[in-house]
């Protein structure tokens, strides 16, 4: 007996070391499915080999980029919308929770331990917060001959449900310069500290509802990742309330990425045949 006891000593310490490197044990090491974090495999520079333009050629992984049917980002301005009420309001279930804020070169972004941290609701599936980054200038219009706005930040959410096909959500936030944004006042210092340095900080409790959604109205379709490999099938829900950010926050944002990521939005992709849902409560004075 005691001999079969430690021949099953190794089994156990394989099955356990499998799961413990299996496990994401933390936000800054869990990335979201496909994403690609080594950011001096492309850049935004037009003209560039490495641009947007060739995503789509430099690795095979890659294709999507170029022959998707449902890339991102997309001209909001300029098409017709299907007004769909039995989408409701977005059911958010954040709350507090440990948070490492990331200089990835071509963006920054604030990360949670997914799964610590909360979820919204989607058509009934739980689509957990993973993390929050910003792109500047943005490249999504919502009004026709309307502005580019300053600042688009997108807040993304993943599902740990095997069975669920699409299982990355992005919810949308766009700003116009005005008023300093008080969520990404919280992150000014550490975000000076790390200009034009990839690193990280750790930033102990963070509360996501401290991002101001606005109004309760948004649009939803179905889009891409906007990096590299430009998965598709991700669940994309815009909000209509267009926030404000203070000029020296937009200044900040491009100074502490890498040079070819000053300007980190990606061009506008064509609609192609997709269907964009408008969600909009009773109350709320008609927009379009």
Known sequence: MEHASRAAN????????????????????????????????FDYIAGSE??????????????????????????????RVKVI??????????????????NRGHDISLQ?????????????????LQQCHWHSPSSIPLMAEGPLYEMELHMVHVSTDPNVENNIAVVGLLYKTGRP???????????????????????????????????????????????????????????NKIGTVSKDQIKLLREAVHDHAEKNARPV???????????QPKEAAARY
């Open 10 to 41: 190794p089994i156990l310490l394989f099955a356990f070391s499998v799961f413990f490197l299996l496990a994401p044990s933390s936000a800054a090491t869990f990335s979201m499915p496909g994403e690609v974090e080594d950011e001096r495999e």
């Open 269 to 279: 992709q064509p609609l192609n045949r997709r269907e964009i849902h408008l969600y």
């Open 50 to 79: 490495k641009g947007p333009k060739h995503w789509g050629e430099l690795r095979k992984e890659w294709e999507a980029c170029k022959k998707g049917e449902m890339q991102m980002p997309i001209d909001l301005s300029s098409r």
């Open 112 to 128: 949670w331990d997914v799964g610590n941290v909360g979820s919204i609701k989607i058509n009934g599936t739980g689509y957990f």
């Open 85 to 102: 009420p039995k989408l409701g309001e977005i059911q958010r279930s954040y709350k507090p929770s440990n948070a490492t804020l990331k």
């Open 181 to 239: 944004d008080a969520f990404l006042s919280k992150l000014m210092d550490n975000i000076w500290s790390m200009v034009d340095q990839e690193g990280e900080r750790k930033m102990g409790v963070f509360n996501p509802r401290k991002i101001k959604m606005g109004g309760k109205s948004y649009l939803r379709y179905m889009g891409s990742l906007t990096v590299p490999p430009c998965t598709e099938g991700v669940v994309w829900t815009i909000n």
